[in-house]
Nanobody, 116 residues
Framework: QVQLVESGGGLVQAGGSLRLSCAAS????????MGWYRQAPGKQRDLVAT???????NYADSVKGRFTISRNNAANTVFLQMNSLKPEDTAVYYC??????????WGQGTQVTVSS
């Protein structure tokens, strides 16, 4: 089986920073696309950023210039560096591994809370 283990969430003041990590284990390939999503209470789960095995990235407009996604393929780990955090960034953040066109694996989610 495939498991995604997240870490790095917590409470931070507006303007602060957090770095999320997601380590993948199991029968996976280093070229899988990985990404981060987030879901606020009562809201849909929205895309934050994705990254390909070669380092190509895509970001939601709301986080461009503030968040940076990166990966260590040798360690099957993806990171999300979050700077200049805003209260609107408060959500549960989920790591995603795109397994195929019809399936994916998700992490357990980690809470990020930004206070004003």
């Amino acid at each position: 089986q495939v498991q995604l283990v997240e870490s790095g969430g917590g409470l931070v003041q507006a303007g602060g920073s957090l770095r999320l990590s997601c380590a993948a284990s199991g029968s996976i390939f280093p070229f899988n696309v990985m990404g981060w999503y987030r879901q606020a209470p009562g809201k849909q789960r929205d895309l934050v950023a994705t990254i390909t095995s070669s380092g190509g990235t895509n970001y939601a407009d709301s986080v461009k210039g503030r968040f940076t996604i990166s990966r260590n393929n040798a360690a099957n780990t993806v990171f999300l560096q979050m700077n200049s955090l805003k209260p609107e960034d408060t959500a549960v953040y989920y790591c995603k591994l795109y397994w195929s066109t019809s399936g994916a694996y998700w992490g357990q989610g980690t809470q990020v809370t930004v206070s004003s």
